[in-house]
């Protein structure tokens, strides 16, 4: 009996790990809501229930994207530039870490050489991976450390990057410098393959069990599906009421939902992920929807309108969207813990 106790709570641990595995990069909870207000050229601090400003941070630069390490105690926020992409005179070369429990800078990462670190991803072990349009390169950082240990290249400006959440591939967007997705070995720390996106890349997304990563077309209404096994295009995702290509996309803490923003249509459209070419939710959202988050009871989606200062809240269940609130002057992403 007592040897039945030890290996059902051995297996509901493990499982327990495997679940936060498989949400890495795209984390929540309780504890608090960090907005990333690129315009604004701060860090803030809402309540996540009455979603009222608690604080704010300054860091070094001008922040963009974001990662939440594993444990939730920890958010790392890159200084890009003062710049976009492709025009960015002044590039970053550091990385704030911040403790989220006091909402203060512990640290930074000064990963120089390379400059303009902007999409983060984080593997179940900590390991925080930096791809850098510039130097073209994707930095690998040592958690405790804080060093850099790695930057592999990536022969392309890659702008975003999604890391497999058990941390053996990642796969760097490059934008509209090369058309090609860069698929890169984290054992080796070498790049490995090309997958062809023609009209170039835009957002790039792992699917939670990891068997697919998701590039959005830069031109076309389309999400080509890579199968990570081979890294070649396997299908494609068709957007429904989309003249352009989407911004970028994450999937919904049950696995069940694709939530895919884009910027010119001012749109949220909901996915199924049992059947892409089932009928899709548009919903009407804020101007130049940028980034996603979800709240830890799997219900709401929030999403971060760049281009008008608020936040939309979409209800899942009812597939509405139900309150839309202000938030800083443009946040670029966002993320609960």
Not at 241 to 248: F, Q, T, Y
Not at 283 to 288: D, H, P, T, Y
Request: proline share 5%; hydrophobic share 40%.
């Amino acid at each position: 009996m007592l040897t039945r106790t030890l290996l059902t709570i051995a297996a509901l641990i493990a499982s327990a790990s495997f679940a936060s595995d498989l949400h890495v990069n795209n984390a929540t909870g309780t504890n608090g809501l960090i907005m990333v207000d690129k315009l604004g050229s701060v860090v803030r601090f809402f309540n996540p229930e009455g979603l009222k400003e608690i604080s704010t941070l300054t860091i070094e630069g001008t922040p963009h994207e974001l990662a939440i390490s594993p444990d939730r105690k920890t958010a790392y926020i890159p200084n890009y530039g003062d710049g976009v992409y492709g025009r960015n005179p002044n590039p970053g070369h550091t990385i704030a870490v911040i403790d989220l429990a006091t909402r203060t800078v512990r640290d930074y990462i000064d990963i120089a050489p390379s400059v303009a670190p902007h999409g983060l991803q984080v593997d179940a072990k900590g390991t925080l991976y930096a791809s850098c349009d510039i130097s073209r390169t994707l930095v690998v950082i040592d958690p405790k450390t804080l060093q850099v240990t790695h930057a592999i290249d990536t022969e392309g400006t890659g702008h975003w990057v999604a890391v497999l959440p058990n941390g053996s591939k990642a796969y760097v967007a490059n934008k509209n410098d090369r058309p090609f997705v860069s698929v890169i070995d984290l054992r080796t720390k070498k790049m490995i393959g090309k997958v062809s996106m023609p009209q170039g890349t835009q957002g790039i997304v792992a699917s939670p069990d990891g068997k697919h990563v998701l590039a959005m077309d830069l031109a076309l209404p389309r999400i080509a599906v890579i199968e990570t096994t081979t890294d070649t295009v396997v299908d494609e995702i068709a957007l429904s009421n989309s003249v352009k290509g989407a911004w970028g996309a994450k999937y919904s803490l049950d696995g069940s939902m694709l939530v895919v923003v884009s910027v010119n249509d001012r749109t949220a459209t909901l996915v199924s992920v049992a059947d892409w070419r089932a009928p899709q939710t548009v919903l009407k959202v804020g101007s130049a929807p940028f980034g996603i988050a979800f709240t830890a009871d799997k219900k709401s989606a929030f999403i971060s309108n760049h281009g008008d200062g608020t936040i939309s809240v979409i209800d899942l269940p009812s597939k509405q969207v139900v309150k839309t609130f202000t938030a800083g002057k443009g946040i670029e992403t966002l993320s609960f813990y």
